[in-house]
C-alpha cells in the first residue's frame, strides 16, 4: 500500500508537462557530469532559488521554520522542521518535489537544491559562513530528506 500511496503522490507532485522534460533533463545531466558536479550545480541553483526568494527577518528558529514553510508551500515544495540540537540544527524538508520532477534514480544529487538554498536563507538570516548545511539523509519516497547545519 505505501507505494501505491508513493506512486499517486509523485504523479501530482509535478506538473505532467513537465515531467517528461525534467526527466530528460536529469538524465542528461547524470551522463554529462559527475556526481559532485551535479550536487554542486544543483546547490548553485538552490542558492539562486533563496536569493530570489528572501525571508523576512527571523528572530528565532521557529520563525525561520515558520517563513520558509510559507516559501516552500507556494511554491507547492512541501515544508520544513527545524529541531535545535547541542551540535547541529536538524533540518527536515518534507514532501518536496524532486523524485517526480527528476525521477528516482536521481535523488542521490537532486536535493542538493535544497542543500544550497536552506545554506543561502541560514547566512542571509546571520549564520555566518563557518556553518555549512549538508544532507545528512536519502530522500524517502515521499520527498523527505534531512539536513544538518553545523561545523
Known amino acids: 500500500m505505501e507505494q501505491a500511496i508513493e506512486e499517486y503522490l509523485a504523479q501530482r507532485q509535478g506538473s505532467r508537462q513537465w515531467r517528461f522534460f525534467l526527466s530528460a533533463l536529469a538524465e542528461e545531466f547524470a551522463t554529462q557530469l559527475r556526481e559532485p558536479d551535479l550536487r554542486a550545480m544543483m546547490q548553485r541553483i ?7 526568494h528572501p525571508l523576512p527577518a527571523a528572530r528565532t528558529i521557529a520563525d525561520a521554520s515558520q517563513a520558509m514553510s510559507a516559501c516552500w508551500d507556494a511554491q507547492g515544495w512541501g515544508w520544513v522542521d527545524l529541531e535545535e540540537h547541542a551540535d547541529h540544527l536538524l533540518i527536515r524538508h518534507y514532501c518536496s518535489p524532486l523524485r517526480a520532477a527528476f525521477g528516482q534514480e536521481h535523488l542521490h544529487w537532486t536535493p542538493a537544491f535544497l542543500e544550497g538554498a536552506y545554506q543561502q536563507w541560514f547566512q542571509a538570516l546571520g549564520s555566518g559562513s563557518a556553518l555549512r548545511v549538508q544532507q545528512s539523509s536519502q530522500a524517502d519516497g515521499f520527498g523527505c530528506v534531512e539536513f544538518r547545519l553545523a561545523q
Open 46 to 52: 538552490g542558492t539562486r532559488f533563496a536569493s530570489a
